[in-house]
């Protein structure tokens, strides 16, 4: 009797895109950082004296409620989808703790150890659990030192991006295939430069509140590129003298431990890397 031939097997249907409840908190995380720093500029009545929100005395609650509900409903989410595992879990608890207790030993100038350990621990793992980890450090060491304030979710948010950013860096230093040497070049190159940036972002905070001099203080309704030059003379006369010593020690301490700490965390997240297998293979 005549064997009928195999017939081909279907070709397999790519797999429909999967909805990432952890990338719309991760959104929804910027965006209310973004608001939080940038509404007394588009709100003029806020830097008024008599208003409530003055200083984010109003806000300043909500905004630090916000990022430590989404930052939970972030892990929750990650380990439910699978993007954050118990072994990454662990790592992030003990990278922020050690990281808010660096940030307690005090340098010249107020520069500190806190930023190279996030920077090379968000430059390993990513940028959503970089954020999760600029973010945590830093509320852990307010614990620690009692730095509560309506200052701290912004930087919360400064270090969260910090974080965020260092991931994504990483990420394209995997994707190019980088060796260890270029690796650290690329991380003591940012760690310079957020060195500048962190004093940057969180002056913004109470910058429109300030009154410092004609040149040198917001004013309501000047324009974009006056707000922009008033900033900048504001920049260069208050913060840029500390914040150059910020970068100067990221810069050193980064090329003084940072290759032996970065290989050292690249082992730990390849050991324990693993790729699911596709149905059927």
Known sequence: ???????????????????????????????????????????????????????HQADAPVVFAGIAALCLILVVADLASGGLDSKRLAVLGVLSALAAVLRTITLPAGANLYFFLVILGAFTFG??????LGALSFFLSAVVTGGFGPWLPFQMFAAGWMGASAGLLGRFADARELGPRPRLALVIAFGSAWGLLYGAITNLWAWPWIVAGPDISYQAGAGPLETLRRYWNYYLLTSLGWDLFRTICNAVVLAAVGGPILRALLRFRERFSFERAAPGG
């Not at 005549?2 to 909805?19: I, Q, W």
């Not at 990432?20 to 608001?35: C, Y």
């Not at 940028?127 to 999760?132: E, I, Q, S, T, V």
């Open 1 to 55: 009797m005549a064997v009928s031939p195999a017939l081909p097997r279907a070709a397999a249907r790519p797999a429909a895109a999967r909805f990432d409840p952890g990338a719309l908190v991760f959104v929804l995380l910027n965006v209310l950082g973004l608001f939080a720093y940038l509404h007394p500029f588009f709100a003029p009545g806020v830097v008024d004296e008599g208003s409530a929100w003055f200083a």
């Open 127 to 132: 940028a959503r659990l970089g954020f999760l």
